[in-house]
């Protein structure tokens, strides 16, 4: 899948998408590197099975939200609209199965308490708190297979949790941070919480940013006198 194709249209081989119906069958990808058999989007985690007589596709959560696709249930017909919310409960359900199922097999083989705290935490709050995130990262290995920290959920969103983040070191820091969204990361980097590692990389983009700025003023210089003197004369009308 090119890089530059920004925009996931129908694949034309699955005609009216209502035609297709939900099998009720769902993927949930730990490596967050499924794609969509409708419209092709890359790193998806969870996928929907649907089916037209004997085809069957994968298709990701943003197509399930697209296009009207029904299913049988209980023997009766569901609608599109009714059909969504049963993938709905079953995508939830099907989440923190994954992620319980996860913790639990890292800590039945490790010794460190923690891990087994981590799991009682996920199971009554559906997320991690930064701390608990950390130690569970830092122990994933153990599994030796691929797993995308990103199927956790971590908060950052309170006070306490930011600070929590803030307190872990470095290395435990750069480990949650892998798992964050954008909108978390920007919200701890403005903290000044972001991990030496991401803080290095920002300060040389801002350089560069800089020496790209500094290089378009200087041609603004070259512009005709008369053009630099507005702003000139406007601080002298306000003053
Ligand atoms: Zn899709």
Redesign the pocket.
């Known amino acids: 899948m090119p890089m530059t194709r920004m925009r996931?249209m129908l694949n034309h081989k699955v005609g009216d998408p209502k035609e297709w119906s939900y099998s009720w069958a769902l993927q949930d990808d730990q490596t967050i590197s499924t794609h969509?058999d409708?419209?092709?989007?890359p790193e998806q985690r969870i996928t929907y099975e649907v089916t037209r007589a004997e085809e069957r596709l994968w298709?990701?959560q943003?197509?399930v939200g697209r296009y009207p696709v029904g299913g049988m249930l209980n023997g009766s017909r569901l609608q599109p609209r009714a059909a969504r919310a049963q993938v709905h409960g079953l995508t939830a359900r099907l989440k923190q199965q994954t992620c319980h199922e996860i913790i639990k097999e890292i800590q039945r083989i490790t010794t460190d308490p923690g891990i087994e705290e981590a799991l009682v935490y996920f199971d009554r709050n559906l997320q991690l708190s930064p701390q608990r995130a950390a130690l569970l990262f830092a122990a994933l290995p153990l599994l030796r297979r691929p797993i995308d920290p990103r199927i956790f959920d971590v908060q950052t969103r309170s006070t306490q949790h930011q600070d929590e983040f803030g307190a872990l070191d470095d290395k435990a820091r750069a480990l949650v941070w892998s798992a964050l969204s954008p909108l978390q990361c920007r919200r701890l980097a403005s903290l000044g919480y972001a991990p030496s590692a991401v803080r290095r990389a920002t300060s040389r983009k801002a350089r560069q940013d800089t020496i790209q700025v500094t290089s378009s003023r200087m041609a603004d210089l070259s512009q005709p006198a008369g053009w630099n003197q507005r702003p000139i004369s406007k601080e002298q009308s306000a003053s």
């Not at 409708?38 to 989007?41: D, S």
């Open positions: 996931y969509c409708f419209c092709g989007q298709i990701c943003r197509c």
